[in-house]
């Protein structure tokens, strides 16, 4: 399968909260490590998919997610997906602003 068939389910489980992509026992969802786990995919797969998926991930990086999926995971698949992708600045710069001196500001 190719990156048309699977980005489109990347993007829902990136964006979706919800079941069918997150689900663990019972009623507690597993959507933010989902989300660690595809953007480590996300890395090491063909940047062709980084790049498809990385608007979603910047999307998520700008927002202030409580108990969202680590930073330094989205900022790896940014960081993978290139220097090309200009739109992620503003939320970069965001970021470093937000958390100066810290581990991920640097």
Do not use: N
Request: net charge negative; hydrophobic share 35%; proline share 7%.
């Amino acid at each position: 399968m190719g990156a048309d068939v699977v980005v489109p389910h990347l993007l829902k489980a990136i964006l979706s909260k919800e079941p069918p992509y997150h689900s663990g026992e019972g009623k507690s969802l597993t959507w933010s490590s989902d989300v660690e786990g595809i953007c480590g995919f996300l890395v090491k797969a063909p940047q062709e998919y980084t790049i498809r998926c990385c608007p979603a991930i910047t999307y998520l990086l700008s927002r202030d997610e409580p108990k969202g999926p680590e930073i330094d995971m989205m900022l790896s698949v940014v960081e993978r997906a290139g220097t090309q992708e200009t739109y992620v600045l503003s939320t970069l710069i965001a970021l470093v602003t937000k958390y100066h001196g810290s581990e991920d500001g640097r």
